[in-house]
């Protein structure tokens, strides 16, 4: 009957109803899943580049400390033998007094005897001025040659001499602190 058919109809339209209902909801879960596996791309990427991010911060870190440590390092070294250069070219001056100095006094005249007093003055300053300032002269006469302060010319036996000391300084040698500043010959 018609009424049947109706119903029928109805109950088809229903179910058609139903269908599109679970199509649509299907549909916007399998958008969700899209975008749900969308967002857990960007999060895997996002927590790569993070962790990315934090060893480059760690390596940079490190290299931070290196560098400062180096840069410390380099300060305190300059610091330290900031005289070096100085050092060097006062030695020149000092060997020239020394040598001034080596002169037999009793030929001499009484002014150039004065003389050679102020002299003994200016070589007395300035050893001072060179100790004040941590340079030193090797002292290596009579003691075993080192070749880390020295640098020998020529070897001679001498009797009651063991073989390896030092018996002649034809330059004297300087330390400036702890570094050769000049070698003794």
């Known amino acids: 009957t018609m009424e049947e058919k109706l119903e029928e109809k109805k109950d088809l339209e229903d179910k058609l109803e139903e269908v599109k209902k679970k199509k649509e909801r299907m549909f916007k879960r399998q958008e969700k899943k899209e975008e749900l596996d969308k967002k857990d791309k960007l999060i895997k990427d996002l927590s790569e580049g993070i962790s990315e991010l934090q060893n480059k911060l760690v390596f940079a870190q490190a290299e931070f400390a290196n560098f400062k440590r180096r840069k410390e390092e380099e300060t305190t070294s300059m610091l330290k033998y900031k005289n070096y250069e100085m050092g060097l070219e006062l ?27 102020g002299f003994k003055i200016m070589y007395n300053n300035l050893v001072g001025i060179m100790n004040k300032f941590e340079i030193k002269e090797i002292d290596c006469l009579n003691k075993e040659f080192d070749h880390n302060t020295s640098q020998a010319l020529m070897t001679e036996h001498v009797d009651g001499v063991d073989s390896g000391i030092v018996i002649e300084v034809l330059q004297k040698g300087y330390m400036l602190k702890d570094k050769v500043l000049r070698i003794a010959l």
């Open 91 to 117: 030695l020149s001056v000092l060997d020239s007094l020394e040598r001034a100095l080596m002169v037999n006094e009793e030929s001499l005249s009484e002014d150039v005897k004065k003389y050679l007093s």
